[in-house]
């Protein structure tokens, strides 16, 4: 019998949670920042993921330089 934890379940999880928490931040900044006009004019959704994106890079390689 084998007893071990499903390893690929629990990873296929781990990036489904870190995909829709990625949207939903950046909706909710995207519209905070539109609703405060805080934005410009001519930036769309598509430019506030890039810049959340990028923030979720930093982090990573912060993450794994720290290991």
């Given at each position: 019998?084998n007893f071990e934890p499903?390893?690929?379940?629990?990873?296929?999880?781990?990036?489904?949670?870190?995909?829709?928490?990625?949207?939903?931040?950046?909706?909710?900044?995207?519209?905070?920042l539109f609703f405060l006009?805080?934005?410009?004019?001519?930036?769309?959704?598509?430019?506030?993921?890039?810049?959340?994106?990028?923030?979720?890079?930093?982090?990573?390689?912060?993450?794994?330089?720290?290991?």
């Open positions: 019998m499903n390893k690929s379940a629990e990873k296929t999880g781990e990036i489904a949670g870190y995909t829709v928490s990625y949207f939903l931040f950046t909706t909710i900044l995207f519209y905070i006009k805080k934005m410009p004019e001519t930036w769309s959704y598509f430019h506030i993921m890039e810049i959340t994106a990028i923030i979720a890079v930093i982090g990573l390689l912060v993450k794994r330089l720290l290991k």
